[in-house]
Each structure stands twice: as structure tokens, then as C-alpha cells.
């Protein structure tokens, strides 16, 4: 165990009086550290996570920078985000707070969404959110078009879930398999939302390490104009059409 993480479980431990060497064997058995927590931090902002929701990670804060630096003046405050997928709410929530825009999550896990609903809470942006349960793929209601469309889906292939890291095993499968070749969920996901992509001033989703050429070939038969935005890792990370303002 490394240094650092021994320092956390031991401040956990102090601050909840849990017992520290069973929060240990815990961690020594391949649980997420995030989950033994309860809590981890994203853009700089708490977020509330266990069984059942995926652990916000750091490659996925592009999204939001990505999003924030083309809607954070003063007409895109009264904007309305549509975050898919939303799990804990890592993504909305951070833009609520950043630019103060209006977020309808939709999340279908039932698990997930009990989280998603604390870390609302948690981070005081009940005025601003709406959360709703619902598979994105049923019986939505009539929508309006949307300022932006944010999606992170589950895009591990078949490939990457068969050597997955013990910690990730933890984790909602549902939240990460993505098909045999990770894209299941973009192709259906394009043929669905045809018309609330193209009604939207701005449309970004995340992809896995290699997808983004395919993605963007979706993308561009449904009448989409797609561009692509590497990570800090110079992975293509980020898949987006834009509008005017």
C-alpha cells in the first residue's frame, strides 16, 4: 500500500472511528480506495461514491473543461446542459458550479442515481439540477433543444474488461462495457438522439483510447460536423460538434 493512501485510511479512520486495519485489509483485497473513502474529489469539487456508481477520474475533467471554456460568459449562465450517463454527477454538477448554468442529469442505475442525488446536495446546486431516472434509450419527454449535450457512456471493449485492474472489477459493469469493440452504445446512441444532437449548440462525449475516428464517423453520418480533443496525455479523449452561439 502506498504511502499516501496509508495516510488517507488512517485520517478516514481517525475522523470516523472505523477501524483502521479492517479498512486496510479491505483496500489490501482490491476495493477501490475511493469506496473505502465514501468520498473523492473531482475538478476540485466532493463527490459522494460506492458500490454501484463509477469513480469520477481525472481523464474525464476534460469534458467539463471543455465545455466551460465555450460556455462560461454571461449568455451561457442561463444555459441549459444535458448531462447522459450522468452516474455520481461528476460532470453537471462541476459546470453548475463553474459557470452556473441550469443541468438535467439522466441517469437509469437506480444505485447510482442515490448517489448522484447526495452529491446535488453536497455541493448546493438543488436550484440549478434536475435528476431523472430513466434509461435514455425508453420513453423520454418531448425535448426541447438543448444549449449542450454531454455524454460519458461505457466504452470498454470486451478486450479491456477481460484485463481490468482488481480495483476497476469493482465498478459497475454497466458503466464500462461497451460492446466486443467498445462502440455498442455509440451506435445506438447516434441512431436515437439524431435530432436533439443536431438541435444542440454544442455536443461532446468521451471516448475510449482508439475510438475516436470511428465515433467520429458516426458522428458525420447522422449530418454532424465532428472534431476531436486529445487529453493531456495526447489521447484523442473528447469527440465534439459545435454550433453558434
Known amino acids: 500500500m502506498i ?3 496509508e495516510k488517507w485510511l488512517r485520517e478516514y479512520a481517525e475522523r ?3 477501524d ?18 465514501g468520498e473523492w474529489e ?6 459522494k461514491v460506492g458500490k454501484g456508481v463509477l469513480i469520477p477520474r481525472p481523464e474525464t475533467e476534460l469534458l467539463v473543461d471543455f465545455a466551460k471554456c465555450r460556455m462560461q460568459n454571461a ?8 448531462d447522459l450517463c450522468a452516474g455520481s454527477g461528476c460532470v453537471g454538477i462541476a ?3 463553474e459557470i452556473g448554468c441550469r443541468v438535467i442529469a439522466i441517469e437509469k442505475s437506480p444505485e447510482a442515481v442515490k448517489y448522484l442525488k447526495k452529491n446535488v446536495e453536497l455541493n448546493q446546486v438543488g436550484e440549478q439540477f434536475m435528476v431523472l431516472q430513466k434509461d435514455i434509450f425508453g420513453e423520454m419527454p418531448g425535448w426541447t433543444p438543448f444549449d449542450c449535450v454531454l455524454i460519458n457512456p461505457p466504452y470498454l471493449s470486451k478486450t479491456d474488461m477481460e484485463n481490468l485492474q482488481t480495483e476497476v472489477t469493482h465498478e459497475p459493469k454497466t458503466a464500462l462495457y ?8 455509440y451506435r445506438k446512441f447516434f441512431n436515437n438522439w439524431t435530432r436533439v444532437l443536431k438541435q ?13 475516428s470511428a465515433v467520429s464517423e458516426m458522428m458525420t453520418a447522422i449530418g454532424l460536423a465532428p472534431q476531436i480533443q486529445k487529453d493531456y496525455a495526447g489521447i484523442e479523449r473528447v469527440v465534439y460538434s459545435i454550433g453558434e452561439y
Open 3 to 5: 504511502q499516501q493512501e
Open 16 to 18: 470516523s472511528g472505523a
Open 20 to 37: 483502521l486495519e479492517s479498512l486496510q485489509k479491505r483496500r489490501e483485497s482490491g476495493e477501490p480506495l475511493q469506496y473505502i473513502l
Open 42 to 47: 473531482f475538478y476540485g469539487y466532493p463527490f
Open 75 to 82: 449568455e451561457c449562465r442561463n444555459s441549459v446542459i444535458l
Open 95 to 97: 459546470l453548475a458550479k
Open 178 to 185: 461497451g460492446g466486443k469493440d467498445g462502440l455498442d452504445f
Open 200 to 212: 444542440a449548440t454544442l455536443f461532446a462525449c468521451e471516448v475510449g483510447d482508439g475510438q475516436a
